[in-house]
């Protein structure tokens, strides 16, 4: 489970979303964030996840984070690499594809940033029928 906020224009407004859910947050430290996006709506989210140590979604709409198989790649200094974040996800599919995967376009792609210096890419996939 997730605290979201709705980017206005998808990923071109990433960072405004997540201005605003960051916004009250007292604190970043031990907070899991995620962006997430729909490709089949072009929908995209900042999410904060809910535990037991942070259980409260500040006033923010709920979500949930679907499970099942993410295709991954790390990548290192992403604050640096945010314009290539679109490239990665595409190599990834391809990679993907070429061992038999296809995406998954009802589940999101997840960015799970792990640190200001990580971030993890994920893409949701499952095994082709042929």
């Known amino acids: 489970p997730v605290a979201w906020v709705k ?5 071109a407004d990433a960072r405004e979303a997540f201005n605003t859910l960051e916004s009250r947050m007292e604190t970043l430290r031990g907070r899991k964030m ?3 996006f729909f ?11 809910l535990d037991e140590e ?7 709409e ?3 984070i ?8 790390k990548v290192k200094d992403w604050n640096k690499r945010i314009a290539e974040i679109p490239s990665i996800f595409k190599s990834i599919e391809e990679e993907a594809k070429n061992n038999g995967y296809i995406v998954e376009k009802e589940r ?3 960015e799970f940033y792990r640190s200001f210096k990580e971030l993890l890419l994920l893409l949701p996939i ?5």
Do not use: H, Q, W
């Open 39 to 49: 490709e089949n709506t072009g929908d995209y989210y900042a999410a904060v996840m």
């Open 108 to 110: 999101p792609g997840i």
């Open 66 to 73: 679907p499970g099942g198989l993410y295709a991954r790649r």
């Open 7 to 11: 980017s206005k224009n998808g990923p």
């Open 54 to 60: 942070y259980s409260d979604d500040m006033g923010f």
């Open 34 to 36: 995620y962006g997430l």
């Open 126 to 130: 499952k095994k082709s029928l042929r």
């Open 62 to 64: 709920r979500g949930m």
